[in-house]
């Protein structure tokens, strides 16, 4: 497996030094340099139609003021040359002067027959400048235009007649100037842009992602944890994030590990364990046919012992293959179990001053799987009792386990209670949860994880229940099997487990 992440890291990293323009940095460079173009380009809009505009009006402007020097001279015919000079300096064929509303034709080349467009330059908008501006540069440039407009602070009016073809070389020219420019803008802001963000973004998404690449190839090295910055934007709040999680995997990979190295040493131990403890039974067996009183009080508690143990033993290899195997419930004397498992933990509490308090009611029964309710006390019960045991020695201090259960309708409620210190926050945070939700150094957790477990395949709740005194309360509910129809209309009397 290890193998295979190696190789498809080392393919995609691969894929990420041939094909350069695929990343994330070539996509950011041809995306902040077209934008810029685009601007450019909505910025070249307006500003041909203000040059068209601007060439058109400095004609008008020379030829007006030619006009009103001709126009005062009353009387007098221009001569042929200085009509020519005239209509040269304007680049026009024709000038017009209207004055007190007469038109005055003050200087004419060889007039063309046919005017292609007129234009009033007092009165244009700025969508219809931009479309004349692009109709003459890319359609014009053998045509003859009028262009009109009034002569400022004042009522005359002048016009030309000219031919287009300076207007449109004009304009070329100045398009090729823009577009050399906006090329030079926009590759300077592309570029600067470009460098900021890949200083802020896009190397800190590549330390990332080498991280993570690390991290999948070795996931067991330490080194290969990310080391997040100090800054406080989404980047470096993700690389703290990436860390956390790393951490968390390696930690669950630990255990993981140890787990499997566990599983294997029991496996090796249950097969010899098995062995031994069918001996112990079959001495165990002996016993009962002994005379003494003692040991014919002590020996059916201890072949049960023994049964529970090759039991559990049988179902060691199934750890980790399967969940617990499904309950086998039947009606179970509640009081019996919870007497068994304290008389298996009274030695061990013995020279602590410990002591049991069983508040079962003698006929009170549950409906469950007599093994997998031991295992479930046992555990709860074993956990109150190491709790106690690590508690100072002080004969004023009263530690003390106690048990109790009742019955509400169909729902079987079993209490375990202790005097002890409490369950740590850290415990609390991680409760029934392998290997993280011990209460004590040096724990696994296996006990309540077990106890959940076990409880859930019955259909019931575990929970741990605040208390006003100090110690630990844990609260089990277990209801009973519900009441199929067809078995209660053919056997009403054996349908319900308390019957």
Known sequence: MRD????????????????????????????????????????????????????????????????????????????????????????????????????????????????????????????RAIYDAFDELFFGGNRIIRVFCPIDKT?????????????????????????????????????????????????????????????????EDADSIFEPGRGGDELAVAGRHLQTMQKELQKTLRQQKNLAELGLAVSKINHDMRNILASAQLISDRLGDTEDPMVKRLAPKLLRTIDRAVSYSDSVLSFGKASEAEPKRRLVRLKTVVQDVVDVLTGIGAESGLGFDVRVPDDLTVDADPDQLFRVIHNLVRNAVQALMNEPEDDAVIKQ????????????????????????????????????????SGGTGLGLAIARELVLAHGGTIALVEKAQPGTLFRIEIPDRPIAIDGFRRHPSQTSPNA
């Open 4 to 127: 295979g992440r190696q190789e498809s890291a080392a393919v995609a990293l691969q894929e990420a030094k041939v094909r350069p323009w695929r990343g994330l940095s070539g996509r950011l460079l041809l995306l902040t340099f077209a934008f810029v173009t685009l601007a450019e380009i909505l910025i070249f809009l307006p500003a041909i139609a203000n040059m068209r505009l601007n060439w058109l009006s400095d004609r008008l402007n020379t030829a007006a003021a030619a006009s009103v020097v001709v126009d005062g001279l009353k009387d007098v015919v221009l001569p042929k040359p200085v009509r020519d000079d005239t209509l040269m300096a304007t680049d026009t064929k024709a000038i017009v002067l209207t004055k007190d509303g007469m038109r005055h034709l003050i200087a004419m080349a060889d007039m063309p027959p046919t005017v292609d467009f007129q234009y009033n330059l007092a009165a244009v908008s700025l969508q």
């Open 155 to 219: 009522d005359m009016k002048i016009e030309v007649v000219m031919a287009d073809t300076s207007l449109r070389a004009a304009m070329i020219t100045y398009s090729q100037n823009v577009l050399l420019i906006s090329l030079v803008i926009s590759l300077i802001s592309a570029g600067l842009i470009f460098m900021a963000i890949n200083r802020i973004m896009i190397r800190p998404i590549r330390r990332l992602t080498n991280s993570i690449e690390r991290f999948s190839m070795h996931p």
């Open 401 to 440: 386990v106690t048990v109790s259960a009742y019955r509400t309708g169909s729902v079987v409620s079993i209490s375990v209670d202790d005097t002890g210190p409490g369950m740590p926050q850290k415990a609390r945070e991680n409760l029934f949860k392998a290997f993280r939700g011990s209460a004590r």
